[in-house]
């Protein structure tokens, strides 16, 4: 009887234990991907802000599927000046940014379609409220590819604001 009492246990320890390992087969997983085409852009990104004071403190480039957000989460100081760039795959037809601040309020929200001036580069600049973790949500819609390769860069402000 005890025996049989522990083989129930054993494998239903065993059960659950394999299903909690199977369900971390579905967290999100960035992947990076070939920014090729828009070495150019990123480049002269780069050069723009260093020239304005600042900083690159992150970049990533990131496999996206369209019409799916991808997560980011960034540590932000209170009162500094931050400059975040989005560019997404040039067929994209839709762009769009979110920031959330640590207790999930949005403080940034940019939309851009294909053909605005702008096109598939999204940048705004922000100064943290309070020294918290921060999630950036880009997403990019493309009729014709499922999966999209985006490239995200943060800037801190490290000049004295005059220049």
């Known amino acids: 009887m005890i025996s049989n009492l522990y083989r129930i246990v054993s494998i239903s320890l065993l059960l659950l234990f394999s299903n909690s390992l ?3 087969n579905d967290v999100i997983r960035q992947e990076s991907c070939d920014v090729g085409s828009y070495q150019r852009t990123i480049d002269s990104l780069k050069q ?32 500094t000046w931050y400059q975040f760039i989005f560019i997404g795959d040039p067929t994209s037809k839709l762009y769009e940014v979110r920031m959330f601040d640590y207790s999930e309020k949005q403080v940034v929200y940019k939309k851009n379609m294909w053909g605005d001036v702008d096109g598939n580069v999204i940048s705004f600049d922000y100064i943290a409220q309070f020294s918290e973790y921060h999630m950036i949500k880009p997403v990019q819609v493309n009729k014709k590819k499922k999966k999209l390769c985006g490239y995200v860069m943060l800037f801190k402000r490290t000049a004295p604001r005059g220049n």
């Open 48 to 79: 723009f802000y260093s020239e304005r004071g600042f900083s690159l403190f992150r970049e990533a480039s990131m496999t996206m599927e369209s019409e799916y957000e991808m997560p980011i989460v960034i540590p932000m100081q209170q009162g």
């Open 22 to 24: 199977l369900a971390q």
